[in-house]
């Protein structure tokens, strides 16, 4: 059984992504600091999968520590980095935590995966590096524009890292750029955990309408778009984390293109804020309580993806629409709401 070390295991994505690796007859440990995390998405993971996954509580920043989790399982061979710091607007206020975190731990994994001889690594990347893009749907091959805050230029600078490390190494690595991930995994049992109030749109819908948050705020309707406000590719969070098994199967069966093949992670389809905030109120029958305000620094109007390159060389299918995001997301909600110990960090 391959085993597979997960970095961040204990987020969103990384959790999902889990759950998704074990179903698919993977070994998975993790590597998660717990700083911005708990361990209760790991119960959740062991509700769904009956395997209990291991958490290495290490700071990806201590060379020593993340090397001696390989020094210990010696039969890792594949590695997936999640660990990252990923708020646009903290990344503005603080950027050298953010270069500092996502970087030097990025470069220690890196360290590792050549010391260790690991021959699979798989990135999680962000959309963030298309900046605002000149057309779209965005393939791989539209241009990387400068980046819109230090968050976006951490996903820029550890593309080239990985592109660089790759280039001079045996291992073959693969750049997964995600565009929104959002919603829960069909079992409910675990899903995203906000730290403070949630900066993204989903979250923000799903804890006004619950009461969590008295309204929110439309950023902006005045956009070049079909309603004036904001267009995403908003792809279910089980879609984006079963790519990542994908991934591997792809490196596994030496399908790979180049050293550093890059997909795209997104439905192809584009949705605007406010169609999002209608098809959450058709789903949760709840009329949501938001306000049109002014548009949010930093955002830009429109992106969606073209995947087919994914669809093409991952084999990889969309089984979530829109409404199955904002059903899953609602309903993960009303159970943080019942069990709000599992929201503790
Ligand atoms: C989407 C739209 C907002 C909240 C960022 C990162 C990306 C990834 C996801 C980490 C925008 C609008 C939001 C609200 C609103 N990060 N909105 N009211 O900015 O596209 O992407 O988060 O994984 O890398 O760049 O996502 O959900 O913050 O915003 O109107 O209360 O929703 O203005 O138009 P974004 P988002």
Redesign the pocket.
Known sequence: MSKILVTGGCGYIGSHTIVDLIENGFEVISIDDNSRSSTHLLEGIERITKVKVKNYQVDLKKFEDTHAVFQENNDIEGVIHFAAY?A?GESTEKPLMYYENNLFGLINILKCVHEFKIPYFVFSS???VYGSPDSIPVTEQSPVKKAESP??ATKQMAEQIIEDFAKVNDSNTILLR?F??VGAHPSIEIGELPIGRP????P?ITQTAIGKLPD?????DDYDTRDG??L?DYIHVADIAHAHTLALQYLQGENNKSKCDIFNLGTGNGYT?LEVIKAFEEVSGQKLNYNIGPR?PG?IVAIYANNQFAVDNLQWEIKYDLKDMMRTAWEWELKLKEHPELAKI
């Open positions: 990923k646009v962000s959309c963030t968050y976006g995600y929104n991930p900066q993204n749109l989903v923000a929110m705020t439309v950023h902006g406000s904001c995403r804020v949010r955002d």
